[in-house]
T-cell receptor, first 112, second 116 residues
């Protein structure tokens, strides 16, 4: 069964601190993994896409890593800002299928 | 502004009503999607229209009926819904259709649906 597990479920950090969100998947065959940011009451916005051959990809203060052998990905946020408060969702498309597998997301709250 | 516009943003309807959600994308994409997001649950893909061919999640009940008149417009017709259908309904689009190809999906702001 294709699954995407994210941890932690929720996280509270102080502004300026770093944090790392985890995503473990069992989707097969694997083609790519995406991280989305969803602000409260709004639609998700793509942060990064990781393909099989990519180990690390950065988008500003966001850095995603992928270990295809252990089927794990992480999203590292550096020098957090209040605007980083959101839900971060990991998504892995099922190979050959239009139906992707979504993680439940990690709810991040950044306090001043 | 993501280029995907949904209306209405909020909808309250009774279980015997018939209503529709509308989505329009201004990105020139050739695939459009409906997703459902319930509280504390992962996003759930309901329907995909790619090159005007429909692909659906077999677990979606028949009280949800999609319509895609062209590549820029997508509707979700709602009929005799249940209170448990209350959720955020997100429309999205992409170029290329298949998510396997790695194309980014652009989401609308969503339509909040409450069934009473």
């Amino acid at each position: 069964k294709n699954q995407v597990e994210q941890s932690p479920q929720s996280l509270i950090i102080l502004e300026g601190k770093n944090c790392t969100l985890q995503c473990n998947y069992t989707v097969s065959p694997f083609s790519n993994l995406r991280w989305y940011k969803q602000d409260t009451g709004r639609g998700p916005v793509s942060l990064t896409i990781m393909t099989f051959s990519e180990n690390t990809k950065s988008n500003g203060r966001y850095t995603a890593t992928l270990d295809a052998d252990t089927k794990q990905s992480s999203l590292h946020i550096t020098a957090s800002q209040l605007s980083d408060s959101a839900s971060y969702i990991c998504v892995v498309p099922s190979g050959g299928s239009y139906i992707p597998t979504f993680g439940r997301g990690t709810s991040l709250i950044v306090h001043p | 502004e993501t280029g995907v516009t949904q209306t209405p943003r909020h909808l309250v309807m009774g279980m015997t009503n018939k209503k529709s959600l509308k989505c329009e994308q201004h990105l020139g994409h050739n695939a459009m999607y409906w997703y459902k997001q319930s509280a504390k649950k992962p996003l759930e893909l309901m329907f995909v229209y790619s090159l005007e061919e429909r692909v659906e999640n077999n677990s979606v009940p028949s009280r949800f009926s999609p319509e895609c008149p062209n590549s820029s417009h997508l509707f979700l017709h709602l009929h005799t819904l249940q209170p448990e259908d209350s959720a955020l309904y997100l429309c999205a689009s992409s170029q290329g259709g298949s998510q396997v190809s790695g194309n980014t999906i652009y989401f609308g702001e969503g339509s909040w649906l409450t069934v009473v």
